[in-house]
Nanobody
Framework: QVQLVESGGGLVQPGGSLRLSCTAS????????MYWVRQAPGKGLEWVSD????????NYNDSVKGRFTISRDNAKNTLNLQMNSLKPEDTALYYC???????????????WGQGTRVAVSS
């Protein structure tokens, strides 16, 4: 019954902002690092950002660093992605995913949401 549901996508003009949310259920949210991954039309999956269990450690793809901010609210079982200064190349289907740690250096994104679509166009 693990569920991840993304929301907040839509059409926005270049330079605009969107805030994506991912609501989690069916597992102990606070025990898992979480990821945002996107897929542009006709392209493969691209890692966007991730956050550790407590929210104090975050990482960003260079393509979004300085523009996007990942956060989480463990009390609300919610993962967020604040996207500012959006560019046309940010157009993609955005997924949130749960990270299952296998070893100190290995993990797998074992559960994914259905995705929310972001279109950046004038």
């Amino acid at each position: 019954q693990v569920q991840l549901v993304e929301s907040g996508g839509g059409l926005v003009q270049p330079g605009g902002s969107l805030r994506l949310s991912c609501t989690a259920s069916g597992f102990t949210f606070s025990r898992y690092s979480m990821y945002w991954v996107r897929q542009a039309p006709g392209k493969g999956l691209e890692w966007v950002s991730d956050i550790n269990t407590g929210g104090g450690e975050t990482n960003y793809n260079d393509s979004v660093k300085g523009r996007f901010t990942i956060s989480r609210d463990n009390a609300k079982n919610t993962l967020n992605l604040q996207m500012n200064s959006l560019k046309p190349e940010d157009t993609a289907l955005y997924y949130c995913a749960r990270a299952l740690t296998l070893t100190f250096s290995d993990y797998v994104l074992d559960y994914w949401g259905q995705g929310t679509r972001v279109a950046v166009s004038s």
